[in-house]
């Protein structure tokens, strides 16, 4: 699968509480309405720019702090279609892969905000349109590779009612 | 992958081992048993959507799940509430335990009730599970959907960390606390420092300190990135749970020829109390470098600095003495029994006196939902674990985050003030 989208450049330690604020996220279980405050306190205006199938480029550390998986639901319901970053914090990492947001850990330091990128997410290879740069991805464990594939860790515990890491993922 | 199969084993190594009836080496993943799991009010109505995503009728082992009410409690709006009749029909439907309103903050609850104990393997849908760390519990922060696939099958995979291992010698000066440890640790290992590995904490310094200082240290294990903060266990431990677990449980120590990603030496004889300053936690100095700052609002508690031994430590200083004029102090003790202890000894007696505001056990204003959310261009100072712009509920207030000591003197002063002035 190739994809495509604008990429939204932010920093290192973009945490939890950024993405998605906690004075917003304990009201309501309601995503779309969620994701109209994404990155608000760090970046006003992101939710009215960001476009279906954006990418967010960060530095390191990105989804630090809280475990709110109304992180990456608030992400996905904005339009963004994954988040490039040098690396993740844990929890984040896993409820973004969990929810079937892509998280890429890849070298990002080159890329900028605006640039045009192209995504093959089989090979794990970021294509930078604007800039003429190509940079891959460090491989996901096959675990995570294996609940990205269902779709997410809803879709994959309801299809096998467990957790597996053998070879079939059954 | 390559392991160390035949060295010695550290104690991440040793509990997701145990858990998972393999040798495990750190960078290998495993699916392990769960002894017990935890979801609050800000987690658990999506773990529970999530669960009924997953088609569950039935939770593997429901007497090892507690959904706790704390985050926003008691309810400041209609929306919030029927997220909390959410939790309390899910609860009921499977047969949870569910603390309410009034119960405390999560992790303490977990630890009143010795649902973690020495040994076990615990994940929280909060990033600070990570506390029960200091009680030898290999725990850590999840997400909503990892716990609901906790609930439904009572296991989950972990890949299992590396190990850096601190040691924290010498003798804490009066006036410095456990809290300023951990302030100096994150300071110096940074908000990424330890990302994906476990951290192994002791010493000199750490065995001296009591258990709710040690849970102080270890809650601020995930502000380094780190997903679990363990200690031994010793006599200290041990006498916590006597009487109170209500199963056996078997302590886990590190093998002498484990094996570490780091190793780093503390000496803190001579440590000053330390502040974080806005807006990182990392982002920290000693107190002298931010005295005189002026405070609009102080907290003390949080699954940071809420227990007995932290009220205890900002009464001496507010004692007889009152908050200064234009200053509100927030005082929420960690739960119910810790409140029927400090109440038993005082305690809210001197908070109410000095002027401060007691309010029922739970989160209070950490996370920025209700019960002191401060005003445009205010600072604040707290025993919290995160200053995060905004995180309060106010991306234009400022907030400084200290030991108790460090936060009743502040109040007192009405800026940032050093509590050894106090000691």
Same mark, same amino acid.
């Given at each position: 699968m190739v994809i495509r989208g604008r990429a939204h450049r932010f920093g290192d330690d973009i945490n939890t509480d950024y993405i998605i604020s906690g004075r917003h996220k304990f009201k309501t279980l309601d995503?779309?309405?969620?994701?109209?405050?994404?990155?608000?306190?760090?970046?006003?205006?992101?939710?009215e720019r960001c476009q279906e199938g954006d990418f967010i480029v960060a530095g390191k550390n990105f989804g630090c702090g809280s475990s709110r998986e109304q992180a990456p639901l608030a992400l996905k319901h904005a339009g963004v279609a994954g988040v490039l970053a040098e690396s993740f914090a844990r929890i984040y990492f896993r409820n973004s892969i969990n929810n079937g947001l892509l998280a890429l850990v890849c070298d990002t330091s080159q890329i900028k905000d605006g640039d045009e990128l192209e995504i093959d997410v089989e090979e794990g290879i970021i294509r930078d349109m604007t800039f003429g740069l190509e940079v891959k991805s460090s491989p996901l464990p096959k675990v995570m590779l294996d609940i990205l594939e269902e779709g997410g860790l809803v879709e994959y515990m309801k299809k096998h009612g467990r957790l597996s890491l053998e070879p079939d993922g059954a | 992958m390559e392991g160390n199969s035949g060295v010695g084993k550290t104690i991440s190594e040793k509990i997701l081992g145990a858990h998972s009836g393999s040798e495990t080496t750190a960078g290998e993943i495993v699916i392990a048993e769960l002894d017990y799991m935890m979801a609050q009010d800000g987690t658990a109505p999506l773990a529970i959507r999530s669960f009924e995503g997953m088609e569950g009728n039935a939770v593997a082992r429901p007497e090892r799940v507690a959904l706790c009410i704390d985050h926003n409690a008691p309810s400041p709006l209609r929306s919030v509430s029927e997220l909390h009749a959410i939790m309390r029909e899910f609860a009921m439907k499977y047969g949870l335990e569910l603390n309410d309103v009034g119960e405390g903050v999560c992790h303490q609850v977990m630890l009143d009730k010795a649902h973690v104990v020495p040994g076990s393997l615990v994940i929280g849908a909060d990033s600070h599970t990570c506390t029960y760390g200091a009680v030898n519990a290999f725990a850590t922060g999840v997400g909503s959907t990892d716990m609901a696939a906790g609930m439904l099958s009572g296991s989950l995979w972990f890949r299992v960390p590396e190990t850096i291992k601190v040691t924290v010698g010498g003798t804490l000066p009066a006036g410095v606390f456990a809290k300023d440890i951990a302030l100096m640790m994150v300071g110096d290992i940074t908000a990424d420092g330890a990302t994906y590995m476990a951290l192994e904490i002791g010493g000199e310094a750490i065995s001296g300190l009591d258990l709710d200082g040690r849970l102080a240290i270890s809650n601020l294990a995930v502000e380094m990135g780190a997903k679990a903060g363990l200690m031994e266990a010793d006599e200290k431990t041990l006498e916590f749970f006597e009487g109170r677990a209500g199963r056996e449980f078997e302590p886990v120590?590190?093998?002498?020829?484990?094996? +570490?990603?780091?190793?780093?030496? +503390?000496?803190?004889?001579?440590?000053?109390?330390?502040? @974080?300053?806005?807006?990182?936690?990392?982002?920290?100095? @000693?107190? !002298?470098?931010?005295? !005189?700052?002026?405070?609009?609002?102080?907290?003390? !508690?949080?699954?940071?600095?809420g227990r007995l031994a932290d009220l205890r430590a900002a009464a001496e200083i507010l004692k007889g003495r009152k908050v200064a004029p234009g200053v509100r102090l927030i005082v929420a003790p960690a739960s119910r029994e810790v409140m029927l202890k400090a109440l038993a000894e005082g305690l809210i007696e001197v908070f109410t006196e000095a002027g401060g505001a007691v309010m029922c056990p739970g989160c209070a204003s950490c996370v920025g939902t209700h019960q002191g959310i401060p005003g445009d261009g205010e600072n604040v100072i707290s025993t919290a674990n995160r200053n995060f712009k905004g995180r309060m509920g106010n991306p234009e207030a400022f907030i400084y985050l200290a030991s108790p000591a460090t936060v009743a003197a502040s109040c007192v002063e009405g800026k940032i003030a050093d509590p050894r002035r106090y000691a």
């Open positions: 995503m779309d309405e969620l994701a109209c405050h994404v990155m608000e306190d760090l970046d006003p205006g992101f939710y | 120590s590190p093998d002498p020829d484990a094996v +570490y990603a780091r190793e780093i030496e +503390y000496d803190v004889s001579e440590l000053e109390p330390q502040v @974080a300053r806005p807006h990182t936690v990392d982002n920290v100095t @000693a107190v !002298g470098q931010v005295e !005189g700052t002026p405070v609009s609002e102080g907290l003390i !508690g949080t699954c940071t600095n």
